[in-house]
């Protein structure tokens, strides 16, 4: 089986800057620290921790969105900080994002349509809107939309609606990986569990691999085939997914699995 993406050795730290009048003017967190991954073809990563414990921070620099401090991504063996143009546009197409907040990550302004219709334009997966727009409506059919929602804008439809449609915008340009930040944390139950179907469907349809990241241990098993335990930057526990839930090693995993969820 294939390695898409690896994370080898990261390690992050923001500096943040105090108040002028305390005189303190820097301080140093360390969100992630020397955290190593695979993530391999079709299979489904999931990070669970607490708040603060380094999972977004993760998720972000293995999708490219945050450079590491140290460390390194790799994506098929290429290291992203020396890929040529050409080679991180392809990354870039191929890693995709969902995150909690469905409506925040669309622009308010654009009907839904043109949010999903933008990436198949930037990547020129469609070389024109009207082209653009059938794709966005076969896209809209596969997570289960009427076709005529591309009208609407992000504020007239539903969170379920919008992180279906945050589905169809990320699966449009026919990623290898999806990092899934929080997908479900801001739904309804009985929503949550259509789209963690929907992500599973749609898994198996186009042999995606997904990052998925929450606080939710139970959604974490349910969806993943490795586990990420992650604790004030470290990763305290990595393995299968059945063997964590039902034999987990360490102390912090287990207090985890008997809080249900942080
Ligand atoms: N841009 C930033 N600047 C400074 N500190 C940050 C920044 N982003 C995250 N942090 C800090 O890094 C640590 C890890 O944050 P991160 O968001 O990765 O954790 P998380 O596990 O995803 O938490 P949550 O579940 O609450 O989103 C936290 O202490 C956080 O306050």
Do not use: W
């Given at each position: 089986m294939k390695t898409v993406i690896e994370v080898r050795n990261i390690r992050k730290e923001y500096i943040t800057k105090k108040h002028f009048l305390t005189g303190r003017t820097q301080e140093k967190v360390?969100?992630?620290?020397n955290s190593s991954f695979k993530v391999e073809e079709g299979k489904t990563v999931g990070i669970v921790g607490e708040s603060g414990s380094g999972k977004s921070t993760t998720g972000e620099i293995a999708g490219g969105l945050q450079n590491p401090s140290f460390g390194n991504v790799f994506y098929y063996g290429k290291n992203i900080a020396e890929m040529t143009n050409e080679e991180c546009h392809d990354y870039r197409k191929n890693v995709q994002f969902i995150f909690q907040d469905p409506k925040g990550s669309m622009?308010?302004?654009?009907?839904v349509g043109d949010n999903i219709a933008f990436p198949l334009i930037t990547f020129d997966i469609e070389k024109n809107k009207k082209d653009a727009m059938l794709k966005v409506e076969e896209m809209l059919e596969k997570v289960g939309?009427?076709?005529?929602?591309?009208?609407?804008?992000?504020?007239?439809?539903?969170g379920g609606q919008c992180q279906r449609a945050a589905i169809a915008r990320a699966l449009a340009v026919n990623p290898k990986v999806i990092v899934c930040d929080e997908p479900v944390s801001a739904l309804d139950v009985s929503i949550q569990a259509q789209i963690l179907n929907l992500l599973k469907r749609l898994q198996k349809e186009y042999n995606i691999s997904y990052l998925f990241i929450s606080h939710d241990i139970g959604v974490v098993n349910y969806m993943s085939d490795t586990i990420i335990v992650m604790s004030k930057g470290n990763i305290v526990e990595m393995g299968d997914a059945k063997e964590i839930f039902l034999n987990p090693k360490e102390s912090y995993t287990k207090k985890l699995l008997e809080s249900g969820f942080f």
């Amino acid at each position: 089986m294939k390695t898409v993406i690896e994370v080898r050795n990261i390690r992050k730290e923001y500096i943040t800057k105090k108040h002028f009048l305390t005189g303190r003017t820097q301080e140093k967190v360390t969100a992630v620290k020397n955290s190593s991954f695979k993530v391999e073809e079709g299979k489904t990563v999931g990070i669970v921790g607490e708040s603060g414990s380094g999972k977004s921070t993760t998720g972000e620099i293995a999708g490219g969105l945050q450079n590491p401090s140290f460390g390194n991504v790799f994506y098929y063996g290429k290291n992203i900080a020396e890929m040529t143009n050409e080679e991180c546009h392809d990354y870039r197409k191929n890693v995709q994002f969902i995150f909690q907040d469905p409506k925040g990550s669309m622009d308010p302004n654009y009907t839904v349509g043109d949010n999903i219709a933008f990436p198949l334009i930037t990547f020129d997966i469609e070389k024109n809107k009207k082209d653009a727009m059938l794709k966005v409506e076969e896209m809209l059919e596969k997570v289960g939309l009427d076709k005529d929602i591309k009208n609407k804008y992000p504020s007239e439809i539903s969170g379920g609606q919008c992180q279906r449609a945050a589905i169809a915008r990320a699966l449009a340009v026919n990623p290898k990986v999806i990092v899934c930040d929080e997908p479900v944390s801001a739904l309804d139950v009985s929503i949550q569990a259509q789209i963690l179907n929907l992500l599973k469907r749609l898994q198996k349809e186009y042999n995606i691999s997904y990052l998925f990241i929450s606080h939710d241990i139970g959604v974490v098993n349910y969806m993943s085939d490795t586990i990420i335990v992650m604790s004030k930057g470290n990763i305290v526990e990595m393995g299968d997914a059945k063997e964590i839930f039902l034999n987990p090693k360490e102390s912090y995993t287990k207090k985890l699995l008997e809080s249900g969820f942080f």
